[in-house]
């Protein structure tokens, strides 16, 4: 499968190769004027040529540009250089080309010419006298003489049989291996270079086993063009073939074992073969093909049970087999076992260009004037070589004003053939996945996929997760970076398939995108209940509607309704009581529809609304199937209500409500809700209890006139990050304990945070930013943390200005970070239990911007990295080991004071198993530690006034 022959263009169909004396005007003539007789297009030498030693340039390209070279061996064509010249350059063509060699033995024994007996014996030996110094060119001519022996080939001896019988039987097998080869593949394609010798690199014609290779994207890109061609490409190489085009139609038309029977009539020659089932086909198969090299290619399955009749499994065929599947669905060839496979992508823009132009007007070079219409298709067709075709072939020699026109009326209603090719794969869904199909190519094309299913499980009323699945695997859709995707004119094949359900009346169709129909629907009032989905785009219309707010009380049928425009200015009258899905921006009025009772309603989102109240929610009713509330971004409501009535609410949002002042006591106890989102309500004061025991995620920043956390009524175990930005609460409260799987909490901007009573205990990291009151951080305060629970591994405490005291530092603490804490004087870490048989965890100790700090003390032995920087009061280190260690108790290795200011004189006891010491800016004493440990090598880096000494002990 070499790469240099993809260019297969073969010139001659047969190469003749002979003794022009022994059977030019007997045999070989005979048989040339057959095969021209049949329209097998000969190469011979003209008989006038003078030959000389060597064959010439022409003659070498002649037998390139063969397809199959006929080796006619008579008594004397040993005797020929020239001939034997030729033999090696057709066999050294059979691995380069893929050229195949059919020999001929005429009157000749096939053992004397592979052991070079009797004529060609002597006709060596006669080279060997001439040729003494080239002993080479001998060697190559007996390997070439041995090697086509060894070929099946025919055998001539007069009497046998009567020759013009003999010439008949070269006729049919010439005739055979020629018909049985090349497919039509149109000679104007473009970008299939590329994506053939993907396919071959992936049929590996090295490996002697049986391989399945699969080929699969949307209808139109090209696949049964790429099985073709690599088909073409490679047939040489195996002993039976077959290409068994349009499986998925001829199965459904004619049955599988119509199929079989193709196979075998294709394969073996046996037409008139009996098969009673599927299951008596497939042993005659296996039979009958296990022991052949066989290239199969089967195209357009789109079923199983299409795979499993004709090419159950590799067991089935002989070594070196290959077998191509081209299919629209990726999971069939998981469910296949088929691990190799290529996915076929579109044309790049460059490709799409070249084959547009070619396509409409057979030249590559088109007028400039046409350049612009020529990108609008491109555009179009997004790469879809099907499309570009169709197209280009329709507007052959259309004026621009034409093409225009035409691609305007594209752009509205698909071509049907294009359309046709496409639907395939939409008509083999299921009726629950055409429908999942339609609402994302109709309304959700490029929103992300968490979203959709969202959305798509609330208005179905079931799990899109597989129906999903189904349409990546058959190429209809993908998900690239959590986003679903569509090809464009798959997007326009599934709109297309709406549009016909009412091509005329919008309000007849089952969903509505289109802003114009949505608008001509809701203005002129011929909403029906065949409309189930409607979804109006902010970006894509910003006219103002004229409407009298009554167009949706005939849609009783209505699931999911969602505006993200504000160009309704006007609410409406009536809300149908079927929706599921109401998601409103901008909604203009300042309360829902008095008759509206949404008992089916699952999500409600009015975000940026002008709603005031939410009576629709104080009623008595019991909304058992919400999930969804969000009005964030809502300025005129005043208070969240009373939410009993809707007990299974599971997310909950109203974020940037600035006028929000109350909310409800009945939100802290819906037991359901896992998300609570309340950031940015900038006038809310106070929060109520909370007891949300299945609450995940609780936000409550941004909230600036908040003054106190809510209290914390029960254990809440799934809320485990909290983070509180600029609030003005107080303190925290010691429920706040309550939140026993609480892993990581941080305060910032909390200016008028004065203490902390309580933290939760399995907390891990714990943060306080920019809290300009708290005075004072003593952990040995906390009850939670008892000596039996220490977890808490990251301590980071910033910008706190007015903090003058860190105490009680837990053991359990790998990370103390202690940043622009301009108030610190002194940090005490001897007041620890540091010289226990507990032993103290505290890895990294970083002090830094803490401009007031004079002296730090008593840093404990587990110590690995001690960074001090910008601290310019400090005048006292002590890193002294108790006396009761060695210096191998220390692990400490980098020490960093950099930019301490002129106060730092002194850093007492640096351990010899120190690895860096760095004081950049600091002016200090201190001698080189002695004593290292034995074989270590210690770099101090000793920067004093910016002066670099670097020492090395031993």
């Not at 020629?178 to 690199?201: K, Y």
């Not at 107080?730 to 200016?751: A, D, G, M």
Request: glycine share 6%.
């Amino acid at each position: 499968m070499s790469s240099s022959s993809i260019s297969y263009g073969w010139k001659y169909d047969v190469f003749l190769s002979f003794r022009g004396s022994d059977t030019r005007h007997g045999f070989t003539g005979h048989l040339y004027k057959a095969l021209l007789d049949r329209g097998i297009y000969t190469f011979i030498d003209n008989e006038e040529l003078q030959r000389g030693e060597e064959i010439t340039p022409s003659l070498v390209k002649a037998i390139e540009d063969s397809r199959i070279g006929i080796l006619v061996f008579s008594k004397n064509y040993a005797s020929s250089t020239f001939c034997l010249d030729e033999l090696v350059h057709i066999l050294a063509c059979v691995k380069e080309k893929g050229t195949m060699v059919l020999p001929v033995f005429y009157e000749v024994d096939p053992s004397d010419v592979r052991h070079q007996r009797g004529s060609y014996e002597e006709a060596l030996n006669k080279h060997k006298e001439k040729f003494n110094d080239d002993k080479e060119k001998l060697q190559k001519w007996r390997i070439a003489l041995r090697q086509a022996a060894n070929l099946s080939g025919y055998h001539f001896k007069h009497g046998n049989e009567n020759e013009y019988d003999f010439v008949g039987k070269i006729i049919k097998e010439v005739s055979r291996r020629i018909s049985r080869t090349h497919l039509h593949v149109a000679n104007n394609l473009v970008g299939l270079e590329s994506r053939v010798l993907h396919v071959t690199s992936l049929l590996d014609d090295k490996y002697d086993g049986v391989l399945m290779v699969g080929i699969h994207g949307i209808g139109g890109v090209g696949k049964t063009t790429i099985a073709r061609e690599v088909y073409n490409l490679i047939a040489d190489q195996f002993e039976w073939l077959c290409f068994l085009d349009n499986v998925r139609e001829n199965s459904i038309k004619h049955g599988l074992v119509h199929l079989q029977k193709t196979l075998l009539s294709k394969t073996i020659g046996e037409s008139s073969i009996k098969l009673g089932s599927v299951h008596e086909g497939i042993p005659i198969i296996k039979h009958r093909f296990h022991l052949k090299k066989v290239l199969l290619v089967v195209d357009d399955v789109d079923d199983l049970d299409q795979l499993q009749a004709i090419v159950g499994g590799t067991d089935w065929f002989g070594s070196g087999s290959r077998v191509i599947i081209t299919t629209r669905d990726k999971h069939l060839l998981t469910c296949h076992g088929v691990t190799s496979t290529y996915e076929v992508d579109g044309l790049n823009k460059e490709e799409a260009l070249k084959l547009l132009s070619g396509t409409a007007f057979k030249i590559d070079k088109v007028d400039p004037c046409y350049m612009r219409i020529l990108n609008r298709v491109v555009t179009y067709a997004s790469g879809l070589p099907l499309a570009l075709m169709v197209i280009g072939s329709n507007l052959f020699g259309k004026s621009i004003e034409e093409w225009e026109s035409s691609i305007d009326q594209y752009e509205r209603i698909p071509n049907k053939k294009i359309q046709d090719v496409l639907k395939v794969s939409f008509d083999s869904l299921e009726e629950d996945e055409q429908q999942i199909f339609l609402d994302i190519a109709c309304c959700f094309k490029g929103y992300a996929l968490t979203y959709v299913k969202e959305i798509l499980s609330t208005h179905h009323n079931f799990c899109p997760e597989y129906a999903i699945g189904v349409l990546i695997d058959k190429s209809l859709i993908k998900v690239d970076a959590d986003r679903v995707i569509l090809h464009d004119l798959i997007e326009d094949m599934g709109k297309e398939i709406v549009r016909q359900e009412s091509p005329r009346e919008p309000g007849k169709r089952s969903r509505l995108w289109f802003p114009d129909d949505i608008v001509e629907v809701l203005e002129e009032n011929k909403g029906t209940s065949r409309i189930q989905m409607i979804t109006l785009d902010y970006l894509k219309y910003e006219a103002a509607v004229e409407w009298d707010g009554v167009a949706f009380k005939e849609m009783n049928n209505l699931k999911t309704l969602i505006i993200r425009s504000g160009c309704l200015h006007e609410g409406p009258i009536h809300l149908p009581n079927s929706l599921r899905v109401l998601e409103w921006k901008v909604y203009p009025s300042p309360s829902l529809p008095i008759d509206f009772n949404p008992k089916k309603l699952v999500i409600l989102k009015f975000p940026y609304s002008c709603l005031m109240s939410l009576d629709v929610l104080k009623s008595k009713k019991i909304f058992l199937k919400m999930r969804v509330l969000n009005f964030n971004d809502c300025q005129y409501i005043r208070e969240i209500p009373d939410l009993y009535g809707v007990p299974n609410l599971q997310e909950l949002s109203f974020c940037n409500c600035e006028n929000l002042i109350k909310i409800h006591e009945s939100v802290g106890f819906l037991d359901k809700l896992k998300i609570l989102y309340a950031e940015g309500c900038s006038k809310l004061m106070s929060f109520p209890p909370i007891k949300l025991t299945s609450l995940e995620i609780l936000q409550l920043s941004y909230c600036h006139s908040l003054e106190s956390f809510p209290e914390v009524l029960g254990k809440m175990e799934n809320v485990t990050s909290l983070d509180i930005y600029g609030t003005v609460i107080k303190e925290l409260p010691f429920s706040i304990q309550n939140l026993t799987r609480l892993r990581r909490l941080e305060l910032v901007r909390c200016e008028n945070l004065e203490q902390i009573r309580g933290v939760p205990p399995n907390l891990e990291t714990f943060s306080v930013k920019d809290c300009s009151s708290l005075k004072d951080l003593d952990l040995t305060l906390l009850p939670s943390w008892t000596k039996e629970r220490h977890l808490l591994k990251e301590l980071r405490l910033h910008g706190n200005k007015n903090l003058q005291n860190i105490k009680g530092i837990q053991l359990s603490i790998e990370v103390l970070s202690v940043e622009y804490c301009t108030s610190l004087k002194d940090l005490d870490l001897t007041l620890l239990p540091s010289w226990t048989k507990e032993r103290h965890l505290l890895k990294e100790l970083h002090l830094h911007g803490n401009k007031n700090l004079q002296k730090i003390k008593g840093i404990p032995l587990s110590i690995e990295v001690l960074s001090v920087e910008y601290c310019t009061s400090l005048k006292d280190v002590d890193v002294t080991l108790p006396p009761a260690c060695t210096q191998e108790c220390c692990i400490l290795s980098t020490l960093f004071f950099d930019a301490c200011g002129m106060n730092l004189h002194e850093i007492h006891g640096i351990p010899s198993i120190i690895r860096t010491c760095s004081a950049r800016g600091c002016q200090y004493s201190t001698s080189v530690p002695t004593g290292m440990l034995l074989n270590k090598v210690a770099t101090f880096i000793c920067i004093l006034l910016d002066i670099i000494h670097v020492f090395h002990v031993t």
